[in-house]
């Protein structure tokens, strides 16, 4: 018989650290309030999959995690995967962002450890919450060696995605996480099963590491839509580095913004264009004539993950190709 693997489990907070008042509770109650230790105290299950150490990083609510809450797990992360005494990690985290802390791990770590970023939609407290079995199978996953050299997975409602595809596409369904190419695998009764394994570069295939980072550039975010002002879009490229425009469509973007938009990219803010549909291709000298204007494009990366992608290649000397380039490698 082999040892148990040693896994870490990373408490920050979320609705599985959450608690209601009453059972009925579902969507209204306290996040962010139980520890790590209390949460594992109720499943004790979980110490026949694994030899499991805890420990507290944060205790708030996703929705407040900024470019240094990221750097703070990342730089934790990096430096537990090379103990040796550790074999995968475990991060339990709030679920309205847990897409973008997962896709920073997966685009920056450099190990082929497991690690598995978990969440519920509802808190423990909850009638038929997710909190115990997801997280369960977050450790079922990181201990078991199939998933290891697959980059960072988010385990929630008995399936396993990989962090680079996954969204939180619902706000209070138990199934609320998606993949446009379907998960890479299922978890049942503590045993993970793969049918795919991500296409795209990612942990030891990547030039960056959180352990380098110090600081990370200001990319913002504008939401397309008709009556957006101008003004609005002038005010946040003025303060950027970066600036992704989540356009209707194949990122498409009303006639008035093209002129603060092209003024932008003159002036050295990064200029992408996305899509607000949160789905498919932005094909680049499509909609618009990216070329001429100076302006980058997506490929198929949300909004949200889009940022991330363009702030870690603003952390490297490069030219408008390279940085074009980066949305077709990762
Ligand atoms: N406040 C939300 C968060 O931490 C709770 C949502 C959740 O964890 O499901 O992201």
Avoid at 130 to 149: E, F, K, M, R, W
Avoid at 161 to 170: C, I, L, P
Avoid at 268 to 290: C, M
């Amino acid at each position: 018989m082999t040892a148990k693997p040693n896994i870490l489990v990373i408490g920050t907070g979320g609705t599985i650290a959450g608690q209601g008042k009453a059972a009925v509770n579902t969507s209204a109650y306290l996040c962010s309030v139980l520890g790590i230790d209390e949460i594992l105290d109720t499943l004790p299950q979980a110490s026949a999959l694994a030899n499991l150490r805890s420990e507290q990083l944060l205790q708030t609510g996703s929705e407040n995690f900024n470019n240094e809450h990221l750097l703070a797990i990342g730089k934790r992360v990096a430096e537990v995967l090379a103990q040796q005494d550790v074999d995968g990690v475990v991060i339990t985290h709030g679920t309205d962002t847990i897409e973008e802390t997962a896709y920073f791990l997966h685009l920056t770590l450099k190990s082929a450890k497991p690690v598995v970023v978990v969440g519920s939609m509802r808190p423990p407290s909850a009638m038929s919450s997710d909190a115990s079995l997801n997280l369960y199978d977050a450790i079922a996953v990181a201990a078991h060696p199939s998933s290891h050299g697959i980059g960072t997975l988010v385990v929630a409602n008995s399936e396993i995605h990989t962090a680079r595809d996954v969204v939180k596409s619902n706000s209070f369904k138990l199934d609320a996480f998606r993949s446009p190419y379907g998960a890479l695998g299922w978890v049942i009764e503590g045993v993970p099963h793969y049918y795919r394994r991500p296409a795209r570069a990612h942990t030891l295939d990547t030039p960056w590491f959180p352990e380098r980072l110090s600081r990370l550039p200001k990319v913002e975010i504008v939401y397309g839509y008709g009556s957006l002002e101008t003004v609005a879009v002038e005010a946040i490229a003025a303060n950027a580095h970066g600036l992704i425009f989540a356009g209707t469509g194949n990122g498409n973007i009303a006639s008035h913004l093209l002129k603060p938009l092209r003024d932008a990219a003159r002036h050295g803010v990064n200029v992408v264009r996305a899509s607000r549909t949160g789905n498919g291709i932005v094909l680049r000298n499509g909609a618009q004539p990216d070329d001429e204007y100076g302006w980058l494009t997506v490929d198929d990366q949300i909004p949200q993950k889009a940022r991330l992608l363009l702030m870690l290649a603003l952390t490297q000397d490069a030219d408008t190709n390279a940085l074009q380039a980066v949305f077709t490698r990762y």
